[in-house]
């Protein structure tokens, strides 16, 4: 009931009744109007030949046939009373077919249901677009449901949403055949007012996996999802049940005529992987995507072989070593010239939420995920200290991380002018809190689109605040800590990127040398000359006393003069004198062999620059120049 419920037990009382709300409501109205919406149920009666309370739809909906729309007015007008008051609870069937809107009579009664939708609109922050759609879903569900606005309930909404999403796709009003997104937006108000509790998430495994057509195999794998249910979050359950739809439907195209798991043999997995391989050379498939999509198989038998289902195989047909090694790369950090770049945007041209994004991530090294699952209430002060509380991170692993001066202005800016306040999350949209690292994610993509930045994504800021706190000294236990690594091998992986340790290390290793019995070093290769990387190109480039190297940076050489005669090494104009200090201390020192590799790229680099020849190097007319310009940062 929309306008209360109604009390009436005769005709004469309802239309009293009704007379009086007309006499409420629509005295504004002319007199010649107010006399023939008080007729009206007078002569519906007369044309029925029933009680109120006994009218079918379909004596309803033959009051309209033949008739002109001056007269549907004052039909509609009482029609609609009925379903206000509960006199009468519709159908949707009836509600679709009358031939007019619900919401366009007794306006002013519904005036305070149209202000709190607008409210809502508000303080979700909805773009104003008019409340007057969603205002005729909250009469429709009412209608129906038979309830007044604070007895409705979960199982009320969700069955007038079932009902209403199917009429609305069979008629045809979307061509995607999409539900209605006003029905949505009407359950975040019911939510918002605290009517009616937010939608669990329901997995429906049964309809997923009726396209197979083996009952043997259909049923262990809804045993399985059950565990799964038990253990996983929504987003790795969805994740396990397309990895097994993924395989079993490619087993029943392949092998129509094995119905048993049993029958899934170590020749049956080999041909997955291969079927994978090429769906991988194809451009399908990633790598990474492939080798989650054997390696949930895998578990998938794992699990069939520790339950002992029947049918289960003598063994877990699916090897850990089938699939290719996933490739090792150097995590991947923002240069100086990318961060510089992005934290000038931030200063200058970003929005509020964009900066918050940007500087959270890059002040706490948080994942995605982590940020978009914040709350108000991880903001937490302890003995003086702001610091951010990330609650059942990945691993279902809490920590506390810190928060720098910056990173607490930036998000309490975003608290006073960004936040919704519709709830306890801090991201939201509409109400709606983010669900994983997406909304994260597109944020930063566009934002690198926008820079010229290729590849950015959150875990770049991520890798980039690691490293810089490993280079600051920071133990790497207390940084396995920080970054909620489970292991320290994973936290070493920063090692790898512009580690100052390492250059240290490398630093006292060549005083000692320099020191000690082998003072055989060239004076030049000196610490304050050494630097490990380029700048502006932290990874490709080896920066050498003498000149450049492409080797990679795990590895290491031991002398300077193998690096003559490899083929990654290459010098440039300005390391001529260094190459012609060696070349006079090869001389001095009697290594003839070493000297001559000094002297063919000082040739090469001496023609390059069409410089003059010393007296010490014979000119060569048969140097070749090498392509410098990769060089140019």
């Known amino acids: 009931m929309i306008l209360g419920r109604g009390t009436a037990q005769t005709d004469e009382a309802i239309i009293a009744e009704y007379h009086q709300f007309l006499r409420q409501t629509h005295h504004m109205k002319a007199s010649i109007i107010l006399q023939r919406l008080q007729e009206a149920p007078g002569v519906m009666l007369r044309r029925i030949g029933k009680p109120i309370t006994q009218w079918t739809e379909d004596e309803i909906i033959g009051l309209y ?29 009836l509600l679709t077919t009358l031939p007019f809107n619900l919401c366009r009579h007794h306006r002013r009664a519904l005036t305070p249901h149209r202000q709190r939708l607008k409210r809502a609109e508000q303080e979700l922050r909805y773009a104003s677009s008019g409340v007057g759609s969603v205002l005729n879903l909250l009469i429709w569900l009412l209608a129906v449901v038979g309830k007044p606005l604070e007895e409705l309930t979960r199982a009320d909404f969700d069955t007038f949403r079932d009902e209403y999403q199917a009429w609305y796709r069979q008629t ?35 309809e997923h996996f009726a396209r197979l057509r083996h009952e043997p195999i259909r049923r262990a794998i809804l045993t399985y999802m059950q565990w799964c249910d038990a253990k996983y979050k929504p987003s790795t359950i969805h994740s396990h049940r397309a990895a097994l739809l993924n395989f079993f439907l490619w087993l029943q195209e392949r092998y129509p005529d094995r119905s048993r798991l049993d029958n899934v043999t170590r ?28 390696r ?40 100086d010239r990318e961060l510089r770049t992005v934290l000038e945007y931030c200063t200058n041209g ?10 959270t991530l890059l002040h706490t090294g948080i994942r995605a995920a982590e940020l978009a699952a914040l709350k108000v209430s991880d903001m937490v002060q302890i003995q003086g200290k702001w610091k951010l509380h990330i609650r059942e991170g990945k691993g279902l692993k809490d920590r506390i991380i810190p928060l720098t001066s910056q990173c607490l202005a930036t998000l309490q800016a975003w608290q006073e002018d960004g936040w919704e306040r519709v709830n306890g999350y801090l991201f939201t949209r509409h109400g709606r809190p983010w669900q994983g690292g997406d909304n994260i994610c597109a944020i930063i993509r566009q ?30 236990s207390a940084l396995q800590k920080l970054m909620g690594h489970s292991t320290l091998t994973m936290t070493l992986e920063y090692a790898r990127i512009l580690d100052q340790t390492l250059e240290r290390a490398f630093n006292e290793a060549v005083e000692q040398m320099q020191a000690g019995p082998l003072s055989w070093v060239p004076s030049f290769f000196a610490p304050e000359d050494y630097t490990l990387f380029a700048e502006s190109d932290a990874v490709n480039w080896i920066r050498l006393p003498h000149g450049y190297c492409r080797r990679n940076p795990k590895l290491h050489c031991e002398s300077d003069v193998k690096c003559l005669i490899c083929d990654r090494f290459c010098a440039l104009p300005d390391d001529l004198s260094r190459l012609q200090e060696m070349y006079r201390r090869f001389l001095d020192l009697g290594m003839q062999v070493k000297a001559d590799v000094v002297l063919s790229h000082i040739r090469r680099l001496q023609t390059q620059t069409d410089a003059e020849t010393t007296s010490l190097i014979p000119p060569d007319e048969a140097a070749v120049s090498l392509p410098l310009e990769i060089f140019s940062t």
């Open 65 to 93: 046939d033949n008739r002109q729309k001056a007269t549907w007015y004052p039909y509609s007008a009482f029609l609609v009373f009925l379903f206000f008051r509960g006199y009468r609870r519709p159908t949707l069937y």
């Open 172 to 206: 045809g009003r979307r061509d995607d055949g999409q539900p209605n997104a006003r029905l949505f937006r009407l359950e975040r108000y019911l939510v918002h007012w605290g009517i009616i509790p937010p939608a669990k998430v329901i997995f429906r495994h049964e």
């Open 267 to 294: 020749s049956v997995a080999l041909e997955y992987a291969r079927y994978l391989k090429r769906k991988g050379e194809d451009g399908a498939y990633s790598p990474t995507y492939r080798n989650d999509l054997y």
């Open 296 to 335: 949930t198989v895998r578990a998938f038998f794992d699990f069939v072989l520790d339950e002992r289902l029947d049918p289960s195989p003598d063994r877990n047909p699916f090897g850990r070593s089938d699939m290719p090694r996933k490739p090792n790369p150097v995590p991947r950090y923002l240069a």
């Open 350 to 359: 970003a929005s509020l939420k964009q900066r918050t994004v940007v500087i």
């Open 447 to 476: 934002l690198g689109c926008k820079l010229g930045i290729e590849g950015l994504t959150p875990h770049r800021f991520r890798h980039t605040f690691a490293v810089a706190l490993l280079n600051y000294g920071m133990r790497e």
